[in-house]
Structures are given as C-alpha cells and as structure tokens.
C-alpha cells in the first residue's frame, strides 16, 4: 500500500455517525490498512480540525471529544506524528479548560525543546507546565 493519509470528513464520518455506507467504507479502508500492517495518517491539522468541528459545528462537549479523539488515536492502522503531543493537549483540553490549539502549540513547542512563548493570550499558556509565557 503507498503512504496515505486520512481527511477529516473520514474521521467525521466514524465519530457522527451520519451516514451508514460511508462509515462502511471508512471502517472497512481502516481494517483493510490494519489487517495490511499498513498505516493510515491523520495529520497533525486533521487532528485539529476535527476538534474544532466537534466542538464548534456539533456542539459535543470537552469529555465527549477527548474521549472520541483518544479512541481515534487508539485505533489500530491509524497513525499521527507527534501522538503523545495529542495525548498532553487533550488532557489539559479537558482537565485545565485550555483551548485545543494553545495545548497543542504549548506541547509541541516544548517538545521541539522550546521553553518560552511570546504571546498576548497568556491565560491558556499559563497553564500548560513547564511552559513560560511573556508578552512582546
């Protein structure tokens, strides 16, 4: 199988349940790719994109969404770059009221070994550990 990866509305389809011969397709291309040991890949912006389509467009809550996107990111034959950078920003998503992108961003740079943010939102910042926030 060449590298592939996953858009969003796939991701949606699985999660809202809206349509049952898409869903169909859409499990049966991920068992396919996992019964290949090949991998699908969301990419660090589909990620993102199906938080703030969750959230903005289907109204589910914060529990609801950490749960739906761990069981993605559990799911055998999906991969992403960075999972446990994903990991990090939900929970903090969840338990600290941080919006998704700033966790991701606070957990990601810190990754890459970045311990400074400048910015002027701080209070999102301000509560992801290890993280020191200043202004301009």
Same mark, same amino acid.
């Given at each position: 199988?060449?590298?592939?990866?996953? &858009?969003?509305?796939?991701?949606?389809?699985?999660?809202?349940? &809206?349509?049952?011969?898409?869903?169909?397709?859409?499990?049966?291309?991920?068992?396919?790719?996992?019964?290949?040991?090949?991998?699908?890949?969301?990419?660090?912006?589909?990620?993102?994109? %199906?938080?703030?389509?969750?959230?903005?467009?289907?109204?589910?809550?914060?529990?609801?969404?950490?749960?739906?996107? *761990?069981? %993605?990111?559990?799911?055998? *034959?999906?991969?992403?770059?960075?999972?446990?950078?994903?990991?990090?920003?939900?929970? &903090?998503?969840?338990?600290? *009221?941080?919006?998704?992108?700033?966790?991701?961003?606070?957990?990601? *740079?810190?990754?890459?070994?970045?311990? #400074?943010?400048? #910015?002027?939102?701080?209070? &999102?910042?301000?509560? %992801?550990?290890?993280?020191?926030?200043?202004?301009?």
């Amino acid at each position: 199988m060449s590298k592939a990866f996953l &858009d969003t509305n796939i991701i949606l389809r699985l999660l809202i349940k &809206d349509d049952e011969v898409k869903i169909k397709s859409c499990l049966e291309l991920i068992k396919n790719a996992n019964e290949r040991e090949a991998s699908l890949y969301l990419l660090p912006v589909t990620i993102l994109e %199906i938080v703030w389509v969750l959230e903005k467009v289907y109204k589910y809550s914060r529990q609801n969404i950490v749960e739906l996107v *761990g069981a %993605i990111l559990n799911t055998p *034959g999906i991969k992403t770059e960075s999972e446990e950078v994903f990991r990090k920003a939900l929970s &903090d998503y969840e338990t600290k *009221g941080i919006k998704f992108a700033d966790a991701v961003m606070g957990h990601w *740079g810190m990754e890459k070994g970045f311990t #400074t943010v400048y #910015t002027y939102d701080e209070k &999102d910042f301000k509560k %992801i550990e290890g993280l020191e926030v200043k202004k301009p």
